[in-house]
């Protein structure tokens, strides 16, 4: 039974089938955590100002409880996504029927404020209530209806309750599904908290 095992005796050699990039640096211990680095950041991973993150896009009723959710890079901006996001809102109909996809009004920030995504909603039936930018010239004709613009804090209250789910904040999955996963395991859990109040 005598014999010493040294557990980095061939791992230099694994290290280069394995095709990493620099020495491992492997003597009588492991010097590091890992033999050969991985790659950083993951799908749906973009740079922002302040580093790199996931933007979450969210569609909610008028109580704040989501109904469509899409993840993406933080590089993109946020009127390419909303066409997309708007597509995963699916809401049962109580008896039968296909479930309901539009909504009848959209309140959305400054950020959405696109002449193209507003025509984009009104073929599809849905009305936009979207403020214009401030360096926006006015344009000739009637002015948006922004009574529904009050209600807007729904979706920042949504946002909050997220944010209160710390796995959330800081993304540390590698997978878009996994993380995807904790999002939508976020909603059931403000959903049933609303139900229960």
């Not at 014999?3 to 990039?21: I, K, N, Q, T």
Request: aromatic share 8%; with cysteine.
């Amino acid at each position: 039974m005598g014999g010493r095992w040294d557990v980095g005796a061939g791992l230099e050699s694994l290290a280069g089938y394995l095709g990493c990039p620099r020495e491992t640096g492997v003597g009588p211990g492991l010097s590091g955590r890992e033999l050969c680095p991985s790659k950083k950041g993951g799908a749906a991973v973009g740079l922002t100002r302040k580093g790199k993150g996931t933007k979450w896009m969210l569609v909610t009723d008028g109580q704040g409880i989501p109904l469509g959710i899409q993840l993406a890079s933080a590089q993109r901006s946020e009127v390419r996504l909303a066409e997309s996001t708007l597509a995963t809102v699916r809401v049962p109909r109580l008896g039968r029927g296909r479930p309901r996809q539009r909504p009848g009004t959209l309140v959305a920030d400054r950020g959405y404020d696109s002449d193209a995504f507003r025509q984009h909603l009104r073929r599809r039936g849905i009305r936009p209530c979207i403020p214009f930018r401030h360096h926006r010239r006015p344009r000739p004709g009637p002015k948006p209806n922004l009574e529904a613009y009050r209600d807007r804090w729904h979706v920042e209250r949504t946002f909050a309750w997220l944010g209160n789910f710390r796995r959330l904040l800081v993304r540390h999955e590698r997978l878009l599904g996994v993380y995807h996963g904790f999002m939508l395991l976020a909603f059931v859990l403000i959903c049933l908290g609303r139900i229960l109040e």
